[in-house]
């Protein structure tokens, strides 16, 4: 049997925008693993009335609810009790569940427990209670009338912690299928031709099933299967990844990956080579995104984040006379930028970005957008001119660190390293 489930976060700080709801987004990903179809999305506040409505459509169009937030000990986490009087249950003190919640008061608080914690301790009648190691506050499960309720915490750790240990058990109990997905990483396609591209193909499939995602600087494929066991899912997805990479090609720059940047430091490692870099517009972004992931110091040499003319000229050494022609923002810079790093560091790779970021067009009247991205490498220096056009700044600079690793990844996987785009001419999927 398939179920869908809708996922109703409670807490007016997720309306006021003063948190991000990051639970629903986990509790999806993990739902999609045990078969279960999440459909639909709500947040409401601390507010017991429009909580009954919100629980009231829910009940009528899916068969597993999850709430996430409202069980702690203030007058406003009222959940339990709204989700009870909606539903018909009793409320009751588990005795049980009071004394554990005495009891990490006094191992973990070292105080005795507020008596306005006694709440949490109330659950619906014949529920299963989901015990909670990282706080006071426990979840619980029920079923009325073919609709499965699951109150999970609100803080994140405490949310994640019960999700795996309680939540998807009993959820995997009651699906006999699996959803399996493997997500194909793209850059240098955007999302518009993507979609045109893959439009008619992607319509035919059922299942498995194929659909695009916009990241901010690249596109994601994901390919998904229904099945009654993850093997079988996976052997239903194997022909379309391989169908769909190989008609993609070198846009392609990972199957299951996080980043350009991960993909780049794995192939760093395989040959045993480093890198360094030298940074204007992008202001060390990309330094930045190499050293968040672990085992950076294998890779990456270092970098100069040479903003001023004279930094370039001066720390990078790029010829005086060069700069007087040409300016900062030339092929002819951004070349002697990455050489320059390469040499000074002794790295196998140099890579430099130089461009207008905006929000104005720089001295020599370039416009916003316009970036060049050099490579420099054993086998010489490339060159790659961007004219992203006058979008925000922040893009800007996480379209052209992308183009960076992207040039990177090329050069150390042996294809063409100026070209921004797929290496043939692609028709219709």
């Known amino acids: 049997m398939s179920h869908t489930a809708e996922i109703i976060a409670v807490g ?105 914690n006694r709440q949490q301790a109330e659950f619906p009648e014949d529920c299963t209670i989901f015990a909670n190691p990282v706080g006071t506050a426990p979840g619980c499960a029920f079923e009325a009338d073919g609709v499965h309720v699951l109150m999970l915490p609100g803080p994140p750790f405490e949310m994640r912690t019960m999700l795996k240990d309680w ?11 699996v959803i399996v997905s493997h997500d194909i990483m793209t850059f240098g396609l955007g999302e518009s031709p993507m979609e045109e591209l893959m439009r008619d193909h992607i319509s035919r499939m059922e299942n498995p099933s194929l659909a695009t995602y916009a990241k901010p600087s690249e596109v994601r494929l994901r390919a998904t299967a229904k099945a009654a066991d993850e093997k079988t899912a996976k052997a239903m997805l194997a022909p379309v990844v391989k169908e769909t990479t190989e008609f993609l090609g070198d846009i392609v720059y990972g199957v299951d990956v996080t980043s350009l940047e991960a993909v780049c430091m794995a192939h760093l490692k395989e040959k045993g080579w480093t890198f360094a870099t030298a940074e204007s517009c992008t202001g060390g972004q990309i330094a930045a995104r190499i050293t968040a992931l672990p085992g950076a110091s294998n890779v990456y040499r270092g970098g100069v984040v ?59 009247g370039n416009p916003v957008g316009l970036v060049y991205v050099g490579l420099a490498s054993p ?25 960076a690793f992207d040039m990177l990844r090329r050069c150390l996987t042996g294809l063409p390293v100026e070209q921004a785009g797929p290496g043939r001419h692609l028709e219709k999927m």
């Open 379 to 403: 086998e010489g220096t490339f060159c790659r001119k961007l004219e992203l056009g006058n979008r925000r700044r922040d893009r800007i600079q996480d379209l052209s660190a992308n183009h």
């Open 12 to 116: 007016t700080e997720l309306l006021l925008g003063n948190i991000v709801n990051t639970n629903a987004q986990e509790i999806s990903r993990a739902l999609s693993g045990v078969g279960v179809n999440v459909f639909w999305h709500t947040v409401v506040g601390d507010n017991p009335e429009r909580l009954r409505q919100a629980l009231e459509i829910a009940r009528k169009r899916a068969d597993i609810i999850l709430t996430t937030g409202g069980l702690g000990p203030t007058y406003d986490d009222l959940t339990k009790q709204t989700i009870c009087e909606t539903f018909g249950k009793l409320l009751v003190l588990r005795e049980d569940v009071l004394e554990t919640i005495r009891d990490y008061f006094a191992r973990n608080v070292h105080l005795t427990m507020p008596e306005n």
């Open 167 to 177: 939540a998807l058990p009993y959820l995997r109990g009651l699906s006999s299928e």
């Open 306 to 364: 040479s903003y001023w003319t004279d930094v370039k000229a001066g720390v990078l050494g790029v010829p005086r006379e060069l700069l007087d022609t040409y300016g900062a923002v030339s092929e002819p810079c951004a070349r002697s930028m990455a050489e320059n790093a390469r040499r000074i560091t002794g790295a196998d790779i140099g890579l430099s970005v130089t461009g207008v970021a905006g929000p104005d067009a720089d001295e020599r």
